[in-house]
């Protein structure tokens, strides 16, 4: 039987062809790589929302608004949701939309998140910019706490809408306060400050607190910052200018550094660490100003035993004025714009976050204030009480400091004055830096590196 | 039964050869297609970066839309940054601490722990290594709790001792780059011990023996020995240290943020800073090219210095 040779082996490939098969594979990758996301807008139907949040009391809460969102819109509306930590969602938004596609519909801007969207025109060119829809719907404009649009705004425009009116109130223990003969309705700051001094010296406790945690400029500044607002004062004005430099803050700043002195106000090194719950535990903080959003997160999860023994009050005014409340912290939540999602994802913050009844489960289900002035009537509102509290019925509170709450602008050089204003915070509360050295230094650093 | 015809005569011989030249193509371009993967890795993740970076440090960009090319505006600016230069004092700290502390404490324990007679030596060796598996992390929260100012185990400590413990470890500029410093030790010795541990197994014991007939006393073995013996990796772990130390930014970022007042800042941590916390990449790109330049010619330095990479004569 004949057995033909075997046959040749196949011939390699020449070294242009195996560069051209590379060439061609490669360039095959970048374009799939390359190619965006469909723009063709959606008007109806299933929709699958992609959400980016930090927080996942955001995620339930869109989570079981999709049927009253459906219920209103011509969308079925399905929901992907992607956690991330608050810095690294603006972060990975910028990465996405510079790769031209994989970016969200709906993003939660944590507030000290926000202002790196206002570098440049990054919030023009990313952000649905809400201002026309909120003038199109009757009696929402007036509504929405301009305290609450302001930060999230650039030139006049909104580009998110608010999770919180986080207003500062004062934290305070009832119990101690009775055992150490402390009035509740002491008016001003400076009788607090007085009754603090006599506290400390008596009893080795504290009235009031600030953060000199280094590691994180943001929480040294927030407890300055409070105090400035409710004073009067502000970091930025609507354009972005520095207006540090004040009267106010300067007596904000005196109030506290001589506060320290004092021992009516005690340094803690973080507002949220074991450094101040054990000052808690220990009795050695009995009250604080702080955001109302502080109870769930500070004093609930800190000290859970002491339910029950504190109250909250409108701040103590300055003398020399100012009001009884400033606002701390918030998340707005933003949608991307051209997309084919973005009409569906406006809608749907429409239909779930701004509606009255939205903004009420909002509160029941996260603790967070509504940003709607109309909705502090809601009699389902008005008859919470809170158990942590003692029973009280916060919202009567709540609604009486309204008119009192802030409006305050960021800048995209806020991370700027962060980091400058905290050193030369430390270092006024150490006597370091007299007050008006401290706040004059920060505007000589700010100057020299923002804009850079 | 199978019968096989053979073919005529030389046929064999010539399909040898034939088959030797076409296997030759595929012997001349193997070895590119072995050696491809990293250089087309290297070419990606190395050359392309740098390049952008390079062409980066001269635009300045918020990280979206056109870059708007500036020239060299961002070195300008950078030469007169204070906080530029605060972060580029911090990091000469930081690397004269890793480089005069950490590595000669490192060879120390290494000579410890090669003491003869030792006893549970690997437990010694597991104790010292286990710093660098830690999660830093985990370590940036255990130090945060030792130092902190009120209700920390530093100051607890101090108290109990001399009665005295207000020290504010990390919110006092000094100290805080004091705290890292400490931190840097607990973390790297105990890698860099192994190095050294490794290279004072090598060294002959001849040698030794040598030098103990000559009356050398400990110290003089250590110096006349050892030492010398050690040379390539103190070499390599100097080099690596300097040039790890040059580019710190877990430590100081997890620990103190950089602060109090840029006291702990390095100059990762400003580029960082720029890049993603102020949207400015150009200027951080520039800082990068900066830190670039300034580790590899500092670290071609070293090596020059030290002899790396020459025939030992």
Not at chain 1, 249 to 265: H, I, K, P, Q, T
Not at chain 1, 290 to 296: D, G, R, S, V
Not at chain 2, 165 to 172: E, K, P, R
């Amino acid at each position: 039987m004949y057995t033909p040779p075997p046959p040749p082996p196949p011939s390699p490939p020449t070294r242009r062809a195996l560069l051209r098969g590379t060439l061609g594979l490669g360039t095959t990758a970048a374009l799939a790589a390359c190619g965006g996301d469909s723009t063709t807008p959606r008007t109806s139907g299933d929709v699958t929302l992609s959400l980016w949040t930090h927080d996942p009391g955001y995620e339930a809460f869109f989570a079981k608004g999709v049927p009253e969102a459906d219920r209103a819109t011509d969308f079925r509306y399905h929901l992907k949701v992607t956690r991330a930590g608050a810095p690294d969602i603006v972060t990975k938004l910028l990465a996405q939309a510079v790769a031209g596609r994989g970016t969200p519909d709906l993003v939660g801007f944590e507030i000290a998140s926000f202002p790196r969207m206002l570098r440049g025109d990054i919030a023009e060119r990313l952000l649905y910019d809400f201002t026309p829809d909120i003038e199109a719907v009757p009696g929402l404009k007036d509504d929405l706490l301009p305290a609450r649009t302001a930060p999230f705004s650039k030139d006049g425009r909104v580009y998110a809408f608010d999770s919180d009116t986080p207003m500062v109130v004062y934290f305070y223990r009832h119990d101690l306060f009775e055992k150490y003969g402390l009035p509740e309705d002491v008016a001003t700051w400076e009788e607090f400050a007085e009754a603090g001094a006599r506290t400390h010296r008596d009893h080795g406790a504290s009235m009031c607190v600030v953060s000199t945690v280094g590691s994180d400029p943001a929480q040294v500044v927030q407890s300055f910052q409070m105090l400035l607002y409710q004073r009067g004062g502000t970091f930025f004005d609507a354009a972005g200018n520095l207006l540090l430099d004040s009267p106010e803050a300067e007596e904000v700043l005196r109030f506290l550094c001589d506060g320290l002195r004092s021992g009516f106000v005690v340094e803690v090194s973080d507002y949220y660490g074991a450094g101040m719950q054990t000052a808690l535990k220990r009795g050695r903080v009995i009250g604080l100003p702080m955001a109302i959003w502080y109870k769930n997160y500070g004093l609930v999860t800190n000290v859970p035993e002491q339910k029950g023994k504190w109250r909250v009050r409108a701040l103590p005014r300055f003398g020399n004025g100012g009001g009884v409340t400033a606002a701390l912290g918030g998340t707005g939540f933003g949608v991307v714009k051209d997309q084919a999602n973005t009409r569906a994802a406006r809608e749907f913050l429409f239909r779930t976050w701004l509606t009255h009844d939205g903004q009420v489960r909002r509160f029941t289900e996260t603790g967070y204030l509504p940003t709607r002035r109309s909705v502090f009537d809601d009699p389902r509102l008005g008859a919470y009480t809170d158990d942590f509290c003692g029973g009280q019925r916060l919202f009567r509170l709540y609604r009486s400091l309204l008119p009192d709450v802030p409006p305050f602008h960021q800048s995209p050089d806020q991370s700027i004055l962060y980091d400058v204003l905290g050193g030369n915070l430390l270092r006024a509360y150490k006597g370091d830096l007299s007050p008006r050295q401290a706040l004059r230094r920060t505007v000589a650093d700010f100057r020299d590196q923002a804009g850079r | 039964m199978t019968t096989t015809v053979a073919g005529p005569p030389g046929a064999a011989r010539a399909h040898s050869a034939r088959g030797r030249e076409e296997h030759r193509p595929r012997r001349a371009w193997a070895p590119y297609l072995f050696v491809s993967p990293f250089y087309l890795l290297y070419v990606l993740f190395m050359l392309v970066p740098v390049g952008v970076s390079l062409w980066l440090s001269l635009t300045e960009w918020v990280g979206l839309g056109t870059p708007h090319w500036v020239r060299l505006r961002n070195y300008r600016l950078l030469a007169t940054d204070i906080s530029f230069h605060r972060a580029l004092g911090n990091t000469a700290v930081f690397v004269l601490v890793a480089v005069c502390l950490v590595v000669p404490l490192a060879l120390l324990i290494a000579q410890a722990l090669n003491t003869r007679g030792l006893r549970v030596r690997d437990l010694w060796r597991t104790a010292y290594f286990v710093p660098i598996v830690v999660s830093p992390i985990l370590v940036a929260l255990i130090f945060g709790l030792i130092f902190d100012r009120q209700f920390g185990l530093a100051n607890a400590v101090l108290r109990s001792l001399f009665g005295t413990g207000g020290v504010d470890w990390l919110g006092d500029p000094n100290l805080a780059r004091i705290s890292i410093a400490l931190v840097m030790l607990w973390r790297w010795t105990g890698y860099l011990t192994v190095f050294f541990l490794a290279g004072l197994q090598n060294v002959p014991r001849e040698l030794y023996e040598a030098a103990a007939l000559d009356g050398a006393g400990r110290l003089r073995t250590f110096t006349t020995v050892t030492l010398p013996a050690l040379k390539p990796v103190t070499a390599f772990v100097v080099v690596t240290s300097f040039v790890g130390a040059a580019q710190i930014f877990e430590e100081p970022y997890l620990l103190t943020g950089g602060g109090p007042a840029e006291s702990t800042l390095s100059v990762t941590m400003f580029i960082y800073r720029a890049a993603f916390q102020r949207q400015q990449f150009g200027y951080a790109a520039a800082a990068a090219v900066v830190l670039f330049v300034l580790v590899f010619g500092l670290s071609r330095l070293v090596n020059r210095l030290l002899g790396i990479g020459r025939a030992a004569s």
